[in-house]
């Protein structure tokens, strides 16, 4: 890789945190062949049975904080803090493993896990033990409207208009850990092309759903090809 890029957007999914023990969603045993995404992943499912709902997201928050980043979370941190150009780093995911790595430039466009949201005052707030319907929000005092503070399936991602903003400016795409089933994430390396100044690349243990439209695909574990590949763009200058 002899270019040298200007602006680089990173895109990540479950699979740069399996090898940190936070399991992914669609792959042998994800989350999605063990539990409804319908009942714990949408707003509805949460109105109709929001016991369940907290049960599922205290558990992963408890996993949470048991996992710790890996090879591949530390390259990203710091490819950031080398790189001399634009960077940003946009994650599907919720856990904070990006940020104990050390990231900084990072958008978690699906929400976080160790943060809830009060769907009374609409406050926001870091949040690291359980939560449940008789939890009080630590800002109004209401209980039964606090909520992970993730995005749901049929809910609007966030971030939208910077990741936007980044994606049509930058000349290098990465797509790491993702199947690029789930839009409008999936959607990002067709955009980019669109712009026809990126050089694309998939970093997956197997070929993504969008495989066909990355110029450059590599395949492994996170942790092998995403500290190699790091090394040769910053290699590059
Ligand atoms: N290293 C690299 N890639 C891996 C590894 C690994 N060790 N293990 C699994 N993968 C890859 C799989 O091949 C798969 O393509 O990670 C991908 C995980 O795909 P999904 O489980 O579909 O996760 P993701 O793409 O992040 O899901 C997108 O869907 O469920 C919603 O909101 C949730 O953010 C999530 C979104």
């Not at 904080?65 to 790189?83: K, S």
């Not at 976080?112 to 949201?117: M, P, V």
């Not at 980019?192 to 990355?214: K, Q, Y």
């Amino acid at each position: 890789m002899q270019k040298r890029f200007r602006s680089i957007v990173v895109l990540t999914g479950a699979g740069i945190s399996a090898e940190s023990g936070l399991g992914t969603f669609r792959d042998k045993d994800g989350l999605w062949t063990k539990y409804d995404l319908q009942e714990v992943a949408t707003p509805e499912g949460f109105a109709r049975n929001p016991v369940l709902v907290h049960d599922f997201y205290n558990a992963r928050r408890k996993n949470l904080v048991e996992a710790a980043p890996n090879a591949a979370h530390y390259a990203l941190a710091e490819l950031e803090r080398r790189f001399d150009g634009q960077f940003l780093l946009v994650t599907q995911n919720v856990d904070d493993l990006h940020e104990r790595a050390g990231s900084a430039r990072l958008l978690h466009m699906h929400g976080e896990l160790l943060k809830i949201r009060c769907e009374n005052c609409d406050s926001v707030r870091d949040w690291r033990g359980d939560l449940d319907l008789a939890t009080a929000c630590p800002d109004c005092g209401a209980s039964g409207g606090l909520r992970p503070h993730v995005v749901w399936f049929g809910e609007m991602p966030l971030y939208m208009d910077d990741i936007a903003a980044a994606l049509e400016t930058c000349d290098l795409f990465v797509s790491i850990g993702t199947s690029g089933q789930v839009y409008p994430a999936a959607g990002f390396v067709a955009e980019v092309r669109r712009g026809g100044l990126a050089h694309t690349v998939e970093l997956n243990l197997d070929p993504s759903d969008g495989f066909s439209l990355f110029a450059e695909k590599i395949y492994g574990p996170a942790t092998d090809v995403v500290p190699a590949f790091v090394a040769r763009v910053l290699a590059a200058g």
